[in-house]
């Protein structure tokens, strides 16, 4: 029987599953939707979720997987208890209800610090030490993100993270350790271990082995974040190359011999072995254009579109206030207006907006320091539109291509089976 080595992918909108063999071929690919209106608490959407994507898998399949990882949102967190039980609903990664905390966030980091944002994961975290009184809870409670906890399900092990979740919670990925300032709060919960991305942290649990068909040698691996996966799955190799991902939102990731970091402009940098992957995530993004057109719409007008002729229209589309890349600012108002009388010059209005986004952050991450641009390639929903393509490459000056692979759950498969970068 043949290796195989799965890779999920958590994002807004669904999950997917790949399983990928040596020869990193795809064997088998499974997506499942969120409902729309889910009868159950989001934590327990994403447990049954996990669990679906691993029943859908073929059997055959499931019994030569050695290695499963699962990337999700990056500050999407949630508490729990020893027992894994989640308490209260998660905060996920776009969401600015964390943002009274902020002021705590900017006394106790470093100025210009990347948790210095009301959707970083330690705001949420202040937040919650601010919000409730955990005194009742009689056991250890554990601060996790998303990836963290639904690899548990499978492990067993709680308290575990990778040092790409862990940034926007503080941790020193310079360093590889918890600065003293956040090692020194006083706070109700247990901050995760931190372990490299990709490391085997235990094998499944013999119930899953059994009930699933895996290996009881099956290793459940340290995870990542969506758009790190996404980058994996491109396996961009160059200093100067970058990725673009347009799902529901934007993200830039470059490959950088320096590391950027810049708060005030949301840059942050992943360690990337001995290089840094630099970049940022908007708020803008494949949900703005969804908001106003269908997939088939998208598709029929964007072929009407001359890529090479500008609109006129200066828009930055975001669904409601508040940004975090390029520009760091909670109450920035989207820019929607005027609003053309034909579709198809309000869409190339939006597409060129998104465009211009893009050069602006890679811009800002050249004037930060950051190795200059040569090449970029695109993931998500983005990828399929050749439009919007023209445009970024036609903004940006350097050649704009499709990844071999886009989806970040061949990422994640891809650091199951290296169990690292």
């Not at 439009?387 to 994640?412: I, K, N």
């Amino acid at each position: 029987m043949e290796a195989q080595y799965l890779g999920i992918d958590f994002g807004t909108s669904g999950a997917r599953a790949i399983a990928i063999d040596a020869n990193q071929q795809i064997r088998t690919e499974v997506h499942l939707p969120f409902p729309v209106q889910a009868q159950v608490s989001l934590a327990e959407l994403w447990r049954e979720t996990l669990f679906q994507l691993l029943g859908a898998i073929p059997w055959r399949d499931r019994q030569q997987i050695q290695a499963i990882a699962i990337n999700g949102t990056s500050s999407t967190v949630l508490l729990c208890d020893a027992q894994g039980k989640v308490l209260g609903e998660p905060m996920l990664y776009n969401e600015d209800r964390a943002a009274f905390a902020l002021q705590r966030v900017r006394a106790i980091a470093p100025p210009n610090h990347t948790v210095i944002s009301a959707t970083s994961s330690l705001t949420k975290l202040m937040a919650w030490v601010e919000q409730r009184d955990f005194t009742a809870v009689n056991q250890p409670i554990y601060f996790l993100h998303q990836a963290d906890w639904l690899g548990a399900l499978l492990h067993g092990q709680l308290g575990i993270t990778d040092y790409h979740n862990v940034l926007k919670l503080g941790y020193d990925v310079g360093a590889l350790c918890y600065p003293d300032w956040l090692q020194s709060l006083t706070i109700p919960f247990q901050l995760p271990q931190v372990v490299a991305p990709g490391t085997a942290i235990a094998p499944i649990l013999p119930h899953l082995s059994e009930t699933f068909g895996f290996p009881v040698t099956c290793e459940i691996c340290a995870g990542t974040t969506d758009s790190i996966a996404a980058f994996l799955a491109s396996q961009v190799q160059q200093a100067g190359e970058a990725v673009t991902s347009l799902g529901s939102t934007l993200v830039l990731k470059l490959l950088s011999q320096t590391r950027v970091d810049d708060g005030r402009s949301g840059i942050y940098s992943h360690r990337w072995g001995d290089r840094w992957l630099v970049g940022g995530a908007s708020n803008t993004g494949g949900a703005v254009l969804k908001q106003f057109f269908s997939s088939e719409e998208l598709e029929t007008l964007s072929a009407q579109i001359d890529p090479q002729q500008d609109s006129g229209l200066d828009y930055y589309p975001l669904l409601k206030p508040g940004e975090r890349f390029p520009i760091n600012d909670p109450s920035l108002a989207p820019r929607l207006m005027p609003r053309p009388d034909r579709p198809v010059d309000f869409l190339q209005g939006l597409l060129e907006g998104l465009a211009r986004f893009v050069a602006l952050g890679y811009q800002r991450l050249l004037e930060l320091g950051a190795t200059r641009l040569s090449q970029v390639y695109t993931a998500g929903g983005g990828a399929r539109n050749g439009v919007w393509g023209e445009m970024r490459s036609r903004y940006l000056g350097v050649p704009v291509l499709g990844a071999q692979q886009t989806e970040a759950a061949f990422g994640s498969a891809l650091l199951a089976m290296k169990r690292g970068l």
